[in-house]
């Protein structure tokens, strides 16, 4: 009989502790959450203290069996899932199946997959913390009740398939809201004046800005770069004079600036950094992350995990590590560059787990060159800028030597004030490793030479040059400021950032160009429905104030009941009020149908609606008139009329496009309903038959219109999976993987999980 069952949430995790803990051990995986909400109903009792009802979903049931019967031939149960509320939550649920008493139940953790680390947290088992427990369930029933009631209006209200979420929404109406702000943005013209100078004995150009006109003379406004002027003639008048001016050096100041490094990573800034520098969107960060944390086969060493936990929100580096690091920064890098005390980082994030360290490397020593041969492209990329900004945060500043010089320009008794300002770096310090990206700002430790000057210097001209400007509307939302913006407001958690982000374009709520966010119609009119009818829902603070209370229900200073009870009252009283209140998007616009009078009707007005792509003008008699336009004013074109037959009906069939695609159907649709969609081929070979192909599949009973995948050989092959086949096959038994919401994929055979393990379950 074995002696000691441990669980973990994945395969990968579990083959790792296994090695570490030896043959005393056995270690299983739950692959994430082994209970959850229903999907069928709200699984919540509203009227018995939001008494919640956990099932075991049909995908985890394989898991609860092996579960079970490991637990049967084991002598004790140790509880080793991650090191957070969605980690306390998976332990707690995994003793209640197995029937142990969840008071009881011994729990380790730990930040990093390493055999010190492992050996040290099986020394110090504790028990369960049922307060992150209960925190992570009201955060879920608070999601479902969110989810679960307000989805349905949308899908009756505005078109199905959409979902409202608590964070969701609100992550929705930033992106919306910036681009009213950008849509609403009236640029301003306005000038700025250089002249181009250079020291009267030798030729050494540089560039100073206008800072000071003189008193009344025409109106212009101060800025940080220098003085702006309103209009071309404005700046005209004063460029005139500066031509003429005679220039000399004013003040001459210089000083040392230093710069320190950005903090080690969290879970937020990992994230952005990665958008910034690697292109990843946060789900690829996060999974990629996960594989380097649950462990990599390195050659002479075996599974090593890489990095320390990556759902974190501390900046603390174990002082071990600190001291590796600095070794690390002595030897690679010499004396000049390491510090006399490590620097450290404080955590400004209400309700970060300063127990939790940030993103590390687990060994400093194991440079990214080092383990390259062992990791993929995406991998040895994620683990060098890791790697790279962890062993910076422990180097000597970087110091410029910064020179700025006021020159005064004489024409008359005009009498101008320039500034130039220029730096040189003196010491790279930490830039020699690393410096933090930004998104629409400049490097501010650019270098800028200017050339030695002393006071009363006379300088000559060279020329003077005026610059046209336009204030900038507010920049669109990327992935990385986008994460940086919810972080900074309170919404959500940046473990849930990837989901949340992946939802809404997965909804079509908004659409990824360029790295920016653009919201299509369908958002904006779901944003101003939640807005008009369910004002707290989509509002900035108060979705802040309920993750605070979440963290004081992590922190026992709150009960998890009361939090609920808060926030669904008024909720409640709401959708009883505004239900049969809200009516489906329609703007009557003053502009009859051109179609109705052609047709013999009278003609009616005109309407914006929204439809399966957008936002569409249409004449208000539909059915009965079909006249349909962009708002673009573009009359949009009938359907491409086949030659081939309806086999329903006879009539001809027409090439359509729907709202899951180009499709063939029936010209007498309403009547005939007959369609023939177009193959979807997901590029895998049916696992079955080994002839046909996996193509995407619409349900036509159940839940219809959802999407399954089949053997396009059906009938003679009737292979189906519900979930988007991959063509990489099972690294274990080589059988069919499938996409999981999370991003990682799953073995649809012996249940192997590739990449991120479940979190908690998507909003809505």
Same mark, same amino acid.
């Given at each position: 009989?074995?002696?000691?069952?441990?669980?973990?949430?994945?395969?990968?995790?579990?083959?790792?502790?296994?090695?570490?803990?030896?043959?005393?051990?056995?270690?299983?995986?739950?692959?994430?959450?082994?209970?959850?909400?229903?999907?069928?109903?709200?699984?919540?009792?509203?009227?018995?203290?939001?008494?919640?009802?956990?099932?075991?979903?049909?995908?985890?049931?394989?898991?609860?069996?092996?579960?079970?019967?490991?637990?049967?031939?084991?002598?004790?149960?140790?509880?080793?899932?991650? &090191?957070?509320?969605?980690?306390?939550?998976?332990?707690?649920?995994?003793?209640?199946?197995?029937?142990?008493?969840?008071?009881?139940?011994?729990?380790?953790?730990?930040?990093?997959?390493? *055999?010190?680390?492992?050996?040290?947290?099986?020394?110090?088992?504790?028990?369960?913390?049922?307060?992150?427990?209960?925190?992570?369930?009201?955060?879920?029933?608070?999601?479902?009740?969110?989810?679960?009631?307000?989805?349905?209006?949308?899908?009756?209200?505005?078109?199905?398939?959409?979902?409202?979420?608590?964070?969701?929404?609100?992550?929705?109406?930033?992106?919306?809201?910036?681009?009213?702000?950008?849509?609403?943005?009236?640029?301003?013209?306005?000038?700025?004046?250089?002249?181009?100078?250079?020291?009267?004995?030798?030729?050494?150009?540089?560039?100073?800005?206008?800072?000071?006109?003189?008193?009344?003379?025409?109106?212009?406004?101060?800025?940080?770069?220098?003085?702006?002027?309103?209009?071309?003639?404005?700046?005209?008048?004063?460029?005139?004079?500066?031509?003429?001016?005679?220039?000399?050096?004013?003040?001459?100041?210089?000083?040392?600036?230093? #710069?320190?490094?950005?903090?080690?990573?969290?879970?937020?800034?990992?994230?952005?950094?990665?958008?910034?520098?690697?292109?990843?969107?946060?789900?690829?960060?996060? #999974?990629?992350?996960? $594989?380097?944390?649950? !462990?990599?086969?390195?050659? @002479?060493?075996?599974?090593?995990?890489?990095?320390?936990?990556?759902?974190?929100?501390?900046?603390?580096?174990?002082?071990?590590?600190?001291?590796?690091?600095?070794?690390?920064?002595?030897?690679?890098?010499?004396?000049?560059?390491?510090?006399?005390?490590?620097?450290? /980082?404080?955590?400004?994030?209400? !309700?970060?787990?300063?127990?939790?360290?940030?993103?590390?490397?687990?060994?400093?020593?194991?440079?990214?060159? #080092?383990?390259?041969?062992?990791?993929?492209?995406? $991998?040895?990329?994620?683990?060098?800028?890791?790697?790279?900004?962890?062993?910076?945060? $422990?180097?000597?500043?970087?110091? &410029?030597?910064?020179?700025?010089?006021?020159?005064?320009?004489?024409?008359?008794?005009?009498? /101008?004030?320039?500034?130039?300002? @220029? $730096?040189?770096?003196?010491?790279?310090?930490?830039?020699?490793?690393?410096?933090?990206?930004?998104?629409?700002?400049?490097?501010?430790?650019?270098?800028?030479?200017?050339?030695?000057?002393?006071?009363?210097?006379?300088?000559?001209?060279?020329?003077?040059?005026?610059?046209?400007?336009?204030?900038?509307?507010?920049?669109?939302?990327?992935?990385?400021?986008?994460?940086?913006?919810?972080?900074?407001?309170?919404?959500?958690?940046?473990?849930?950032?990837?989901?949340?982000?992946?939802?809404?374009?997965?909804?079509?709520?908004? #659409?990824?160009?360029?790295? *920016?966010? &653009?919201?299509?119609?369908?958002?904006?009119?779901?944003?101003?429905?939640?807005?008009?009818?369910?004002?707290?829902?989509?509002?900035? %603070?108060?979705?802040?104030?309920?993750?605070?209370?979440?963290?004081?229900?992590?922190? @026992?200073?709150?009960?998890?009941?009361?939090?609920?009870?808060?926030?669904?009252?008024?909720?409640?009283?709401?959708?009883?009020? %505004?239900?049969?209140?809200?009516?489906?998007?329609?703007?009557?616009?003053?502009?009859?149908?051109?179609? =109705?009078?052609?047709?013999?009707?009278?003609?009616?007005?005109?309407?914006?609606?929204?439809? *399966? /792509?957008?936002?569409?003008?249409?004449?208000?008699?539909?059915?009965?008139?079909?006249?349909?336009?962009?708002?673009?004013?573009?009359?949009?074109?009938?359907?491409?009329?086949?030659?081939?037959?309806?086999?329903?009906?006879?009539?001809?069939?027409?090439?359509?496009?729907?709202?899951?695609?180009?499709?063939?159907?029936?010209?007498?649709?309403?009547?005939?309903?007959?369609?023939?969609?177009?193959?979807?081929?997901?590029?895998?070979? =049916?696992?079955?038959?080994?002839?046909?192909?996996?193509?995407?599949?619409?349900?036509?009973?159940?839940?219809?219109?959802?999407? &399954?995948? !089949?053997? %396009?050989?059906?009938?003679?092959?009737?292979?189906?999976?519900?979930?988007?086949?991959?063509?990489?096959?099972?690294? %274990? =038994? @080589?059988?069919?993987?499938?996409?999981?919401?999370?991003?990682?994929?799953?073995?649809?055979?012996?249940?192997?999980?590739?990449?991120?393990?479940?979190?908690?379950?998507?909003?809505?």
């Amino acid at each position: 009989m074995t002696k000691t069952l441990v669980v973990v949430e994945s395969p990968t995790k579990a083959k790792t502790l296994e090695r570490y803990l030896g043959p005393d051990y056995t270690v299983r995986a739950s692959y994430g959450h082994i209970r959850d909400l229903p999907k069928s109903k709200l699984g919540v009792d509203t009227d018995r203290e939001f008494e919640p009802e956990y099932v075991i979903p049909e995908a985890s049931e394989k898991a609860v069996r092996a579960l079970r019967s490991a637990h049967k031939k084991a002598e004790e149960l140790v509880l080793a899932t991650d &090191f957070d509320r969605e980690g306390e939550a998976i332990a707690y649920h995994v003793a209640e199946v197995l029937k142990v008493d969840p008071a009881t139940a011994k729990r380790v953790t730990f930040t990093e997959i390493t *055999r010190d680390a492992i050996l040290d947290a099986f020394q110090h088992p504790r028990a369960i913390d049922l307060r992150l427990v209960e925190a992570q369930q009201a955060r879920r029933i608070l999601d479902r009740l969110v989810g679960y009631r307000l989805s349905p209006i949308l899908w009756k209200k505005v078109r199905p398939g959409l979902s409202a979420g608590r964070v969701q929404s609100v992550a929705l109406r930033l992106i919306v809201d910036r681009e009213r702000e950008i849509r609403a943005f009236v640029p301003v013209e306005y000038w700025s004046v250089d002249v181009r100078v250079t020291p009267e004995d030798e030729d050494a150009p540089f560039l100073a800005r206008l800072i000071e006109i003189p008193q009344g003379k025409l109106a212009a406004s101060p800025d940080k770069k220098g003085i702006t002027l309103s209009t071309e003639a404005d700046a005209a008048r004063h460029v005139d004079r500066l031509r003429v001016a005679g220039y000399r050096v004013l003040e001459v100041r210089e000083k040392e600036i230093k #710069r320190t490094p950005a903090a080690p990573f969290t879970t937020s800034t990992l994230q952005q950094e990665a958008a910034r520098k690697l292109g990843f969107g946060a789900r690829r960060t996060m #999974r990629v992350a996960q $594989q380097l944390y649950e !462990g990599i086969d390195l050659p @002479g060493e075996g599974r090593v995990g890489l990095i320390t936990y990556m759902r974190t929100d501390s900046k603390t580096i174990a002082e071990s590590a600190l001291r590796e690091i600095a070794e690390v920064v002595r030897t690679e890098f010499g004396a000049a560059y390491t510090l006399k005390q490590p620097r450290r /980082y404080k955590t400004k994030q209400r !309700g970060a787990q300063e127990a939790h360290e940030a993103i590390r490397p687990t060994s400093a020593m194991r440079s990214p060159d #080092r383990v390259a041969g062992a990791l993929d492209k995406g $991998q040895l990329a994620l683990y060098r800028l890791i790697w790279q900004r962890t062993v910076a945060s $422990q180097m000597a500043e970087a110091r &410029f030597d910064q020179v700025s010089l006021d020159v005064e320009a004489t024409a008359g008794d005009d009498r /101008y004030l320039l500034r130039a300002t @220029g $730096q040189t770096m003196k010491f790279d310090g930490f830039r020699r490793v690393y410096f933090e990206g930004r998104d629409d700002a400049a490097d501010e430790d650019a270098e800028s030479a200017i050339p030695r000057l002393s006071a009363q210097q006379v300088l000559r001209l060279l020329e003077v040059l005026p610059d046209q400007h336009f204030t900038q509307p507010p920049p669109r939302f990327t992935e990385a400021s986008l994460v940086k913006s919810l972080e900074e407001l309170g919404i959500g958690r940046p473990s849930t950032y990837a989901s949340i982000i992946w939802t809404l374009q997965d909804r079509g709520y908004v #659409r990824l160009e360029d790295k *920016r966010f &653009f919201p299509e119609d369908v958002g904006e009119v779901v944003t101003d429905l939640l807005i008009e009818f369910f004002p707290d829902i989509v509002d900035v %603070n108060f979705t802040a104030k309920l993750e605070e209370d979440l963290d004081q229900i992590a922190e @026992g200073a709150m009960g998890w009941v009361q939090v609920l009870d808060e926030f669904y009252g008024p909720f409640e009283r709401l959708l009883e009020k %505004n239900e049969e209140e809200i009516q489906r998007f329609e703007e009557v616009l003053d502009e009859r149908c051109p179609l =109705c009078p052609q047709e013999g009707r009278e003609p009616g007005p005109l309407v914006i609606k929204l439809g *399966r /792509y957008g936002k569409f003008i249409g004449c208000s008699s539909w059915p009965d008139c079909s006249y349909i336009r962009n708002l673009d004013g573009q009359v949009r074109k009938e359907p491409e009329i086949l030659e081939e037959t309806c086999p329903e009906c006879g009539r001809h069939l027409a090439k359509k496009m729907g709202r899951f695609g180009p499709f063939i159907g029936c010209t007498g649709y309403p009547d005939c309903k007959y369609i023939k969609r177009e193959e979807q081929k997901t590029g895998v070979t =049916c696992p079955k038959c080994g002839q046909g192909d996996l193509v995407v599949k619409r349900a036509r009973r159940g839940k219809r219109g959802s999407v &399954f995948y !089949g053997c %396009n050989r059906y009938p003679d092959c009737d292979f189906t999976v519900g979930q988007r086949p991959v063509p990489e096959p099972c690294p %274990n =038994c @080589g059988s069919l993987m499938v996409q999981q919401k999370d991003g990682s994929t799953k073995c649809t055979s012996c249940g192997t999980i590739v990449g991120a393990v479940a979190e908690s379950a998507a909003e809505g």
